[in-house]
Protein backbone atom coordinates (compact mmCIF):
# COMPACT_ATOMS: atom_id res chain seq x y z
CA UNK A 1 0.00 0.00 0.00
CA UNK A 2 1.08 3.38 -0.75
CA UNK A 3 2.50 5.54 2.55
CA UNK A 4 3.96 8.63 3.05
CA UNK A 5 6.28 8.86 6.02
CA UNK A 6 7.68 12.31 7.34
CA UNK A 7 9.87 11.41 10.06
CA UNK A 8 10.53 14.73 12.35
CA UNK A 9 7.13 15.14 14.85
CA UNK A 10 8.41 18.28 15.71
CA UNK A 11 10.97 20.86 14.65
CA UNK A 12 12.19 24.21 16.19
CA UNK A 13 14.58 26.40 14.26
CA UNK A 14 15.34 30.14 14.41
CA UNK A 15 14.05 32.96 12.97
CA UNK A 16 16.10 33.81 9.45
CA UNK A 17 17.78 29.78 10.29
CA UNK A 18 16.85 27.89 6.63
CA UNK A 19 14.20 24.77 6.47
CA UNK A 20 13.94 21.61 5.15
CA UNK A 21 11.03 19.29 5.97
CA UNK A 22 11.52 15.68 5.02
CA UNK A 23 9.21 13.19 3.37
CA UNK A 24 9.39 10.09 1.82
CA UNK A 25 7.00 8.10 0.34
CA UNK A 26 6.21 5.03 -1.37
CA UNK A 27 4.32 4.78 -4.16
CA UNK A 28 4.77 2.02 -7.74
CA UNK A 29 3.96 4.54 -10.29
CA UNK A 30 4.89 8.43 -10.91
CA UNK A 31 3.26 10.04 -7.96
CA UNK A 32 1.27 13.16 -7.18
CA UNK A 33 3.14 15.02 -4.36
CA UNK A 34 1.73 18.47 -2.37
CA UNK A 35 2.76 20.15 0.88
CA UNK A 36 -0.03 21.04 2.85
CA UNK A 37 0.45 24.08 5.88
CA UNK A 38 -2.10 24.18 8.40
CA UNK A 39 -2.22 27.26 11.14
CA UNK A 40 -3.55 26.31 14.64
CA UNK A 41 -7.23 25.61 14.54
CA UNK A 42 -7.20 25.98 10.51
CA UNK A 43 -8.19 23.83 7.55
CA UNK A 44 -5.04 22.89 5.27
CA UNK A 45 -3.64 25.23 2.42
CA UNK A 46 -1.34 24.32 -0.29
CA UNK A 47 2.30 25.37 -0.22
CA UNK A 48 3.37 23.43 -3.51
CA UNK A 49 2.53 20.14 -5.53
CA UNK A 50 4.68 18.12 -8.21
CA UNK A 51 2.92 16.41 -11.41
CA UNK A 52 5.73 16.07 -13.74
CA UNK A 53 8.38 18.16 -14.83
CA UNK A 54 10.72 19.94 -13.06
CA UNK A 55 11.77 18.02 -9.73
CA UNK A 56 12.25 21.68 -8.70
CA UNK A 57 9.00 22.89 -7.87
CA UNK A 58 8.03 26.80 -6.36
CA UNK A 59 5.66 27.49 -3.67
CA UNK A 60 3.85 30.03 -2.04
CA UNK A 61 5.10 31.55 0.88
CA UNK A 62 9.11 31.04 -0.59
CA UNK A 63 8.44 27.48 -0.11
CA UNK A 64 10.52 25.02 -2.69
CA UNK A 65 10.47 21.59 -2.60
CA UNK A 66 12.44 18.92 -4.64
CA UNK A 67 11.21 15.66 -5.85
CA UNK A 68 14.25 12.48 -5.67
CA UNK A 69 12.78 9.62 -7.59
CA UNK A 70 15.98 7.46 -6.61
CA UNK A 71 15.09 8.33 -2.86
CA UNK A 72 11.57 8.42 -3.15
CA UNK A 73 11.76 12.29 -1.49
CA UNK A 74 10.10 15.15 -1.37
CA UNK A 75 11.70 17.05 0.66
CA UNK A 76 10.10 20.67 1.79
CA UNK A 77 12.79 23.75 1.74
CA UNK A 78 12.39 27.72 2.78
CA UNK A 79 16.03 29.62 2.81
CA UNK A 80 14.90 31.97 5.82
CA UNK A 81 12.14 31.28 7.93
CA UNK A 82 9.84 34.01 9.33
CA UNK A 83 7.41 33.36 12.87
CA UNK A 84 4.92 33.32 10.82
CA UNK A 85 5.59 30.04 9.63
CA UNK A 86 5.29 28.27 12.62
CA UNK A 87 2.54 25.99 11.83
CA UNK A 88 2.23 22.08 11.21
CA UNK A 89 3.17 21.06 7.37
CA UNK A 90 1.67 18.10 5.97
CA UNK A 91 3.18 15.84 2.94
CA UNK A 92 0.71 13.77 0.72
CA UNK A 93 0.94 11.51 -2.35
CA UNK A 94 -2.12 11.09 -4.97
CA UNK A 95 -3.46 7.58 -5.10
CA UNK A 96 -5.21 5.48 -7.35
CA UNK A 97 -7.83 7.68 -9.31
CA UNK A 98 -8.98 10.75 -6.49
CA UNK A 99 -7.37 9.56 -2.86
CA UNK A 100 -4.71 11.49 -1.06
CA UNK A 101 -2.68 10.12 1.68
CA UNK A 102 -1.08 11.85 4.13
CA UNK A 103 1.84 11.61 6.19
CA UNK A 104 1.87 12.30 9.96
CA UNK A 105 2.82 15.88 9.88
CA UNK A 106 5.32 18.02 11.04
CA UNK A 107 5.01 20.72 13.55
CA UNK A 108 7.32 23.73 13.17
CA UNK A 109 8.44 26.08 16.19
CA UNK A 110 10.21 29.43 15.44
CA UNK A 111 12.47 31.36 18.17
CA UNK A 112 12.83 34.45 17.94
CA UNK B 1 -11.37 30.61 -5.20
CA UNK B 2 -13.00 27.56 -4.36
CA UNK B 3 -14.63 27.04 -1.25
CA UNK B 4 -15.47 24.57 1.08
CA UNK B 5 -17.39 25.10 4.05
CA UNK B 6 -18.11 22.96 6.90
CA UNK B 7 -20.96 23.76 8.90
CA UNK B 8 -19.57 24.05 12.58
CA UNK B 9 -16.27 24.79 13.79
CA UNK B 10 -17.03 23.50 16.83
CA UNK B 11 -19.92 20.42 18.12
CA UNK B 12 -20.53 18.55 21.50
CA UNK B 13 -22.46 15.90 21.60
CA UNK B 14 -23.13 13.39 24.18
CA UNK B 15 -22.30 10.11 23.39
CA UNK B 16 -24.89 7.65 21.69
CA UNK B 17 -26.30 10.94 20.07
CA UNK B 18 -26.36 10.91 15.90
CA UNK B 19 -24.33 13.55 14.78
CA UNK B 20 -24.50 14.95 11.34
CA UNK B 21 -21.32 16.71 9.91
CA UNK B 22 -21.76 19.05 6.79
CA UNK B 23 -19.75 20.21 4.29
CA UNK B 24 -20.39 22.08 0.91
CA UNK B 25 -17.88 22.89 -1.81
CA UNK B 26 -18.85 25.67 -4.86
CA UNK B 27 -17.04 24.96 -7.68
CA UNK B 28 -18.56 21.80 -9.11
CA UNK B 29 -16.15 19.33 -8.18
CA UNK B 30 -16.84 15.20 -8.42
CA UNK B 31 -14.68 14.29 -5.52
CA UNK B 32 -15.49 15.29 -1.87
CA UNK B 33 -13.82 13.77 1.11
CA UNK B 34 -13.82 13.43 4.94
CA UNK B 35 -10.97 13.06 6.60
CA UNK B 36 -10.28 12.39 10.51
CA UNK B 37 -7.10 14.47 12.19
CA UNK B 38 -5.64 13.30 15.21
CA UNK B 39 -2.49 14.34 16.89
CA UNK B 40 0.70 11.86 15.71
CA UNK B 41 -1.05 10.31 13.02
CA UNK B 42 -2.21 12.83 10.51
CA UNK B 43 -4.99 12.80 8.71
CA UNK B 44 -6.79 9.39 7.81
CA UNK B 45 -9.58 9.43 4.99
CA UNK B 46 -13.02 7.68 6.40
CA UNK B 47 -14.89 8.14 3.19
CA UNK B 48 -14.92 9.79 0.09
CA UNK B 49 -17.02 10.11 -2.62
CA UNK B 50 -16.49 10.47 -6.68
CA UNK B 51 -19.63 11.47 -7.79
CA UNK B 52 -23.30 12.29 -6.68
CA UNK B 53 -24.46 9.15 -4.52
CA UNK B 54 -21.65 7.25 -5.12
CA UNK B 55 -19.21 6.51 -1.98
CA UNK B 56 -16.27 4.59 -1.17
CA UNK B 57 -14.80 3.45 2.22
CA UNK B 58 -11.37 4.69 3.34
CA UNK B 59 -8.95 3.17 6.17
CA UNK B 60 -11.56 3.96 8.92
CA UNK B 61 -14.73 4.02 7.90
CA UNK B 62 -15.90 1.64 10.91
CA UNK B 63 -18.90 3.75 12.96
CA UNK B 64 -19.17 6.22 9.89
CA UNK B 65 -22.09 6.63 7.49
CA UNK B 66 -21.62 9.53 4.70
CA UNK B 67 -24.54 10.59 2.01
CA UNK B 68 -24.14 12.49 -1.25
CA UNK B 69 -27.63 13.39 -2.32
CA UNK B 70 -26.26 16.61 -4.07
CA UNK B 71 -23.25 17.53 -5.90
CA UNK B 72 -22.10 20.37 -3.65
CA UNK B 73 -22.67 18.93 -0.46
CA UNK B 74 -21.26 15.76 1.59
CA UNK B 75 -22.18 14.90 5.00
CA UNK B 76 -20.17 12.89 7.92
CA UNK B 77 -23.26 10.92 9.87
CA UNK B 78 -21.95 9.61 13.14
CA UNK B 79 -24.58 7.15 13.77
CA UNK B 80 -23.65 6.47 17.62
CA UNK B 81 -21.74 8.98 18.51
CA UNK B 82 -18.70 7.22 21.20
CA UNK B 83 -15.84 9.24 22.85
CA UNK B 84 -13.09 7.80 20.65
CA UNK B 85 -14.68 9.63 17.49
CA UNK B 86 -13.66 13.19 19.37
CA UNK B 87 -11.56 14.25 17.17
CA UNK B 88 -11.31 17.19 14.36
CA UNK B 89 -12.74 16.53 11.45
CA UNK B 90 -11.80 17.89 7.71
CA UNK B 91 -13.42 17.73 4.45
CA UNK B 92 -11.89 18.22 1.30
CA UNK B 93 -12.73 18.41 -2.69
CA UNK B 94 -11.19 17.85 -5.94
CA UNK B 95 -12.13 18.10 -9.37
CA UNK B 96 -9.75 15.65 -10.86
CA UNK B 97 -7.12 12.84 -10.47
CA UNK B 98 -4.36 15.15 -11.69
CA UNK B 99 -5.75 18.14 -9.06
CA UNK B 100 -4.84 19.24 -5.53
CA UNK B 101 -7.62 18.76 -2.75
CA UNK B 102 -8.58 21.90 -1.03
CA UNK B 103 -9.74 22.03 2.54
CA UNK B 104 -12.72 23.16 5.15
CA UNK B 105 -11.95 24.74 7.88
CA UNK B 106 -12.60 21.84 9.93
CA UNK B 107 -14.94 20.36 12.71
CA UNK B 108 -13.88 19.84 15.82
CA UNK B 109 -16.24 17.44 17.28
CA UNK B 110 -16.12 16.27 21.34
CA UNK B 111 -17.79 13.96 22.51
CA UNK B 112 -18.92 13.37 25.87
Known amino acids: AQSVTQPDIHITVSEGASLELRCNYS??????LFWYVQSPGQGLQLLLKYFSGDTLVQGIKGFEAEFKRSQSSFNLRKPSVHWSDAAEYFC??????????FGQGTRLTINP | DVKVTQSSRYLVKRTGEKVFLECVQD?????MFWYRQDPGLGLRLIYFSYDVKMKEKGDIPEGYSVSREKKERFSLILESASTNQTSMYLCASKLGRVTEAFFGQGTRLTVV
Open chain 1, 27 to 32: YGATPY
Open chain 1, 92 to 101: AVGQGAQKLV
Open chain 2, 27 to 31: MDHEN
